[in-house]
């Protein structure tokens, strides 16, 4: 037996027992003659005692030892001499008198410091990911994911849904995102693909009966990496379910994030702000009911916030003043709604920023593509700016009765055409946001961004594509595609939005055999394209398909946000870099000449010219 | 909303109450005036009742009802009248009597009929396997795979084991089975590989304090499918723990089978049979103490039952008689003791074999290997066989001595090569307990098998290669190699059987990198080659190394076992065929050649000019 405990464990109640442990040296201190030495798990620290008069060769050994040694030590527990106690370990009450010791495993010395304080460089810390493991911080995320694994798979089996594994290899479906492939070694010339998504999958499900499906699925897509997207796989809780309505979908997702919350990050809360009046005025409504999530179309949301996955933690949204304003004094403004352009403005709350904030945040707009940065100061003498001389009373007067600025306040402005305008907002919102913090980081607010648009246009060859995937239903069916302005079609399509991140997405489906093919001949033209492309489910939606719906939580992200982390790496044990590389185990890599042959593949000839193989 | 209730929910306490039912219509009788509809989904059936005075409409939309439709119903629970009540309907107690009647969805005519007992041809369910899905037995298995996961995953979390998700994009090792590999976008003529199982990663862990992973892990190897290897990926309950010897593993592994089966399989149960005294007289122990498993070397049960997966549900073991016939007059027996072969016999208790019986088996013994197969057997009269004549008094005596046969019963002879014997006994052994049904089929039969020996020597080129995975740890470590015998060199390594099946393979790792790259360079020579095939590990062991071992649960096998099924597709989803095809979706398929551009390969030319593409 190499140990009767973990660090943990040992306390007051097991004074008088023998015991072995097994584990690191922390550190080692030498009174003399006696040796202190504190061993390490990953549950705690456990102080054990040395002394020659107790075991001549353990206390021998003992002088050897250095840190992150593995011993293995058997003593009797003991409690610590009163005003010994050590506040700062959980086992404090004790200590282990040591009679026995053995070295396990002598060690090089580490590339890097082992400690939650010291943040090495990351590349080195990757490169060697099982020292850097034993930080507290990273093990407390590697915690925190099998947490949420498990809450996850217990809430919705609990809730009826049934838990199906769908296959890993399957077949590429190119019009999507990039699908990771594997060259067949049966079936020469041919390939499996990575799923970038069980989509498909879950939907014949439905068509067989599983009314209720779920998985904590991994999801593979060949993009570039970025901060909030793993690189290579990456997993989703997936659900899909038949004889639903949206609402249906939404009260399933709300209440397992009700659920979640307290549970796993019982430090978070769920904040639901009042709706602004500005926006209230607008959309005729409030944007919830109780303790529903917010709610915005696609549309309110870019209208007001400049973006589909909003933060909604705190106000800022925009207020329109292209009618206010369209006889301007200032040609920037009056230019602008000359040329079919708006003008738009957002006030920040109380916060003074100093030419330096200004000269910065003016930056920031820049890069979100507006030209320049226009503002009111609310000041106790009133306000002050330098385009102040060109408002007519009429227009002050709009922006007191929308904007009711007080001492400390400012007001920001934007002209331009509606996409660079909102875009350019949303940029400075953010900005202002991170710089300010005009946030609770302990607060979540979650908001569903509804009825996405389902066509774009490509501007140069006028060419309709997807906006998203085609297999969710359009507002009133086939008969959507009588509008001839294609832009103006909208699916039953959701996303839920997380503190500016999105990490929610789904639909009602498309079940509809007639109107799903209508939909995809906008696109790819025939119906015997769709065939081709969608062979499985062309052939499973002429048989009894109920109606069905879907959502998947981005769980990675979901994590990110839940850790208050910055880089989704942070929620794997083992992440690839920023270059899709694992650099601890050298992957990817090159293959020997005998499997590319069995597989029936080569490197093409100019990359191997390139690299200088052959 | 779609429907209030399921199929399966409604009963007596709704009556009077207004429902909304959504599924599939079972099966219609027209009543000549009241037309009675069965509705059913996939807990249960209802009976609904469509009356022209209740709704005309819905009436006559009922008339058009057809089996499998989707159809959308509301109406008022009503007590079925006294004598109507169906004994076979879990609702049997109520029907609903329509008011309101939507037809959902048409469809056309199945390619099969959907039925529990009808058994169309597998081509044609597995290319619909949407509609197979709705068939009671494959529904079952589903089920029955989404409990094994959920009981599996909350006992080891319960047990303080940490479910780490390890990556699924990692390096290649040539070394063991095949790879499935991922052509690199990022890194021209670079490739992934998919995890065979995620042995390094968990290996890693454990240098990385994290003292008891489990992780119900996804694996991938290119092996040929067979009917208990799914082909493509595969589950295995995957499990590592620091500071623990092997017998703590096998507590943990028995542990879990003793809860697992009461909870997921009730109606099977755990059988440990009495050692036979054959077996105990020459190994001079028990097999198994109180609940614990039976427990034989590898060795002893090639030995005794010709396989490192024996069957042990019957006893039917083999007796060794080289010494008793030695000297025996029947020169098949002779010749072989004479040439360093043995002489093996195993008894089968009370079944009347026929003259077709025997012919039949003797030719399973010739598939063995085995050129014919004597056998004697025991009438009331005396026994009766063709090679009785050449037996001496002692011979029969020591027959007797061993076998004590009892009229009914049979012995059965073999004298060979000890490889060849054991191996067409086994053979032969497994064909009569099919035969015959010698077996109960709800018993389980747990048993390890320790001591794998770790080399084998390729017999024409002499060259040593190991016979498992290398990272396990001799016993006695690097002295283990002191022997010059290398195929007596045993690991600490094991596997658990059940009925005739391996479900689980473990054992205690090599922490010790010098004794490690001794074993590895039996094989491959060089340390530095140790060093560029297992870089990773190579490193990490230079650290702290804490003793480890492991064990893998065959997760898909044992369901497989546990569900009486027969080939592992039955436990799948959506399973490939046995030429890891997905015939549903079309997988594999060709890719487009831009895709193959992107990726930085090729189709080999030989293949192409074969396929005639381009």
């Known amino acids: 037996m190499h140990r009767s405990h973990t660090c943990w464990e040992l306390n007051k109640s097991h004074i008088g027992q023998e015991v072995t442990l ?126 949420m694994n498990r809450f996850t798979r217990n809430w919705f089996s609990d809730k009826g849904f049934l838990e199906v594994q769908t296959p890993i290899f399957t077949v590429s479906s190119p019009e999507w995102a990039r699908d990771y492939v594997v060259p067949s070694r049966l079936h020469p010339g041919q390939f499996y693909a990575l799923p970038q998504a069980p989509q498909q999958y879950k939907q014949l499900l439905m068509v067989g009966w599983i009314d209720k499906y779920f998985q904590v699925a991994p999801c593979f897509r060949d993009e570039d990496p970025r901060a909030d997207r793993h690189s290579c796989e990456f997993y989703q809780i997936d659900v899909e379910m038949s004889f639903v309505e949206q609402d249906d979908i939404f009260q399933v997702a709300e209440w397992f994030i009700h659920d979640l919350i307290p549970t796993v990050t019982p430090n978070k809360r769920i904040f639901v702000p009042k709706i602004p009046e500005g926006i209230k005025k607008l959309i005729g409504r409030d944007w919830n009911v109780d303790w529903r999530f917010i709610k915005l179309t696609h549309k309110e949301s870019q209208m007001f916030y400049g973006s589909d996955k909003p933060d909604l933690r705190f106000d800022m949204h925009f207020e329109d003043f292209t009618l206010d304003f369209n006889k301007s004094e200032f040609s920037v403004f009056k230019d602008a709604v000359d040329n079919g352009g708006c003008v738009k403005a957002m006030k920040m709350d109380g916060v003074n920023m100093s030419r330096k904030d200004i000269d910065e945040v003016t930056e920031v707009a820049r890069g979100g593509w507006a030209k320049w940065l226009a503002y009111i100061i609310y000041e106790e003498e009133g306000p002050r700016s330098p385009i102040l001389k060109y408002f007519s009373e009429s227009e002050i007067k709009a922006l007191q009765d929308r904007f009711s600025p007080k001492a400390g306040d400012m007001i920001f402005f934007w002209a331009g055409s509606f996409k660079a305008v909102i875009k350019s907002m949303n940029v400075v919102r953010l900005a202002l946001r991170d710089r300010f913090n005009l946030v609770d980081k302990n607060a979540l607010t979650f908001a569903w961004i509804t009825d996405f648009p389902m066509f774009e246009i490509d501007k140069d060859t006028g060419k309709v594509d997807f906006e998203h995937n085609p297999f969710s239903m359009p507002h009133w069916w086939a008969a959507a595609f009588d509008n001839p302005n294609v832009e103006e079609i909208y699916w039953v399509q959701y996303d839920m939005s997380c503190n500016g991140y999105e990490i929610l997405s789904g639909s009602i489906r498309n079940h509809d055999l007639k109107a799903l093919t209508k939909a995809m001949e906008m696109v790819w033209k025939s119906e015997q394209d769709v065939k081709n492309k969608f062979w499985a489910m062309y052939n499973a939606f002429q048989f009894w398909v109920p109606p069905h719906g879907w959502f998947a939580f981005w769980f990675d992200r979901l994590m990110m946000i839940l850790t208050d982390e910055e880089n989704i790496r942070a929620i794997y044990a083992f992440p690839k870099s920023g270059k899709a590389e694992d650099a601890m185990m050298n992957a990817p890599s090159f293959l020997e000449p005998e499997q590319l042959e069995e597989l029936h593949i080569d490197i093409r000839e100019e990359v191997k010219e390139e690299l200088g193989l052959d």
């Open 22 to 147: 097994s584990w690191w040296v922390a550190n080692s201190r030498d009174h003399g003659w006696v040796i202190f030495i504190d061993l390490r798990d990953r549950y705690g620290i456990t102080q054990t005692v040395f002394d020659p008069i107790d075991n001549k060769d353990a206390w021998e050994l003992a002088n050897k030892f250095r840190s992150e040694y593995v011993v293995k030590l058997t003593g009797k527990v003991k409690a610590r001499m009163e005003g010994q106690a050590n506040p700062n370990l959980s086992t404090w009450e004790i200590e282990v008198i040591i009679v026995k010791a053995e070295l396990l495993m002598e060690s090089k010395t580490p590339p890097f410091e082992i400690s939650d304080h010291v943040e090495a460089n990351e590349e080195i810390r990757l490169k060697h990911r099982y020292l850097d493991l034993r930080r507290k911080s990273v093990l407390e995320n590697i915690v925190f994911r099998a947490n």
